[in-house]
């Protein structure tokens, strides 16, 4: 099984950037599609950015052109570089394997991101 440590959240004001970090233990990390996903207080979890295993991005709609998600495989680390942030992106910052979060396992404990109007 697969630990990950999310790191990087903080409180911004709106406009500002982050860099969110999700330290991963584990051999098959470099072959695994890895995502971003983030909760608001009263919302479902939702996939923010994903990359897999070869370095295809995708983005929800709201984040796309101001999130980046890479990896670095020899650092068994995948980063979410936020930029433009907004309030709305409020959110606890969640990283895990497309797989375990499609069956809702191997949570992490989060990182905490707080934007400032």
């Known amino acids: 099984q697969v630990r990950l440590v999310e790191s990087g959240g903080g409180l911004v004001q709106a406009g500002g950037s982050l860099k969110l970090s999700c330290a991963a233990s584990?051999?098959?990390?470099?072959?695994?599609?890895m995502g971003w996903f983030r909760q608001a207080p009263g919302k479902q979890r939702e996939l923010v950015a994903g990359?897999?295993?070869?370095?295809?991005?995708n983005y929800e709609a709201s984040v796309k052109g101001r999130f980046t998600i890479y990896r670095d495989n020899s650092k068994n680390t995948v980063y979410l570089q936020m930029n433009s942030l907004k309030p709305e992106d409020t959110a606890v910052y969640y990283c895990?394997?497309?797989?375990?979060?499609?069956?809702?396992?191997?949570w992490g404990q989060g990182t905490q991101v707080t934007v400032s109007s």
């Open positions: 895990n394997s497309i797989a375990a979060a499609t069956i809702n396992v191997n």
């Open positions: 584990g051999s098959i990390f470099s072959s695994s599609a």
């Open positions: 990359i897999s295993g070869g370095g295809i991005t």
